[in-house]
């Protein structure tokens, strides 16, 4: 499983988000999974990455908590959580998506 972090230089909820993620991947049995950590630093580089806003995750290449409607661009991106609105989504929600991920994995291999 691939797993990536992108973020800009100054967000307050990056380093949440790397904490949160790094305590769902050993949750699920997967500590052992690095996280790659990727810095968006230009408008060319947001839209590149289609990058809509930090802390952004990525499983596998893909956005789990993709919302097309937000825009591209280097801006503070937020979560709905079972208690509003975040600046990183929930060990909860990121368990939730790390395991369809190890699901689908499996899935593939037949």
Known sequence: M????????????????DARLRDALAE????????EHRVVSTPEEAEAAEFR????????????FLDRDSP???SCRVYRTADGLAGSPTVRQLI???R???RSSLDSRG
């Open 53 to 64: 806003g930090s802390p952004t995750v990525l499983v596998n290449g893909q956005d789990p």
């Open 96 to 98: 939730g998506v790390l």
């Open 2 to 17: 691939d797993v990536a972090l992108l973020y800009f230089d100054g967000c307050p909820n990056w380093t949440v988000a």
């Open 72 to 74: 591209v661009g280097l």
């Open 28 to 35: 699920i049995g997967c500590g052992e999974v690095q996280v």
């Open 100 to 102: 369809e991920a190890v």
